[in-house]
């Protein structure tokens, strides 16, 4: 089981910190990714990490203005995004599939399991 926590009404230019929550199985043999889908559109990728950590992939939108990373220890992936934007509001989702070791997955296709998403509106 996957919860996203942490989406809210933001300012323009403002920062977020969504984290994702898993329950019920070995995490850390878990690739994960984060995915967007805004109102009328498609879902889009936005970040992934490997099982460990140690590699991960940014969407062209985000890089250089997000962070993923994760705590095993405590199942949790989180994801800043800072400098936010208007085009940013969507509903944010964490999704988590078994890998082998350094393998990060940008394809929502790859995905196995998901959460409920979050919302995330950037607002003046």
């Known amino acids: 089981q996957l919860v996203e926590s942490g989406g809210g009404l933001v300012l323009p230019g403002g920062s977020l910190k969504l984290s994702c929550a898993a329950s019920?199985?070995?995490?850390?043999?878990?690739?994960v990714g984060w995915f967007r889908q805004a109102l009328g559109k498609e879902r889009e990728f936005v970040a992934a990490?490997?099982?460990?950590?140690?590699?991960?992939d940014y969407s062209a939108s985000l890089k250089g203005r997000s962070t993923i990373s994760r705590d095993n220890a405590k199942n949790t992936v989180t994801l800043e995004v800072n400098r936010l934007k208007p085009e940013d509001t969507a509903v944010y989702y964490c999704?988590?599939?078994?890998?082998?070791?350094?393998?990060?997955?940008?394809?929502?296709?790859?995905?196995?399991?998901w959460g409920q998403g979050t919302q995330v509106t950037v607002s003046s």
């Open positions: 999704a988590a599939k078994r890998t082998v070791t350094g393998a990060v997955i940008s394809s929502a296709s790859g995905y196995a399991y």
């Open positions: 019920g199985r070995t995490f850390s043999d878990y690739g």
């Open positions: 990490i490997s099982r460990a950590g140690t590699k991960y």
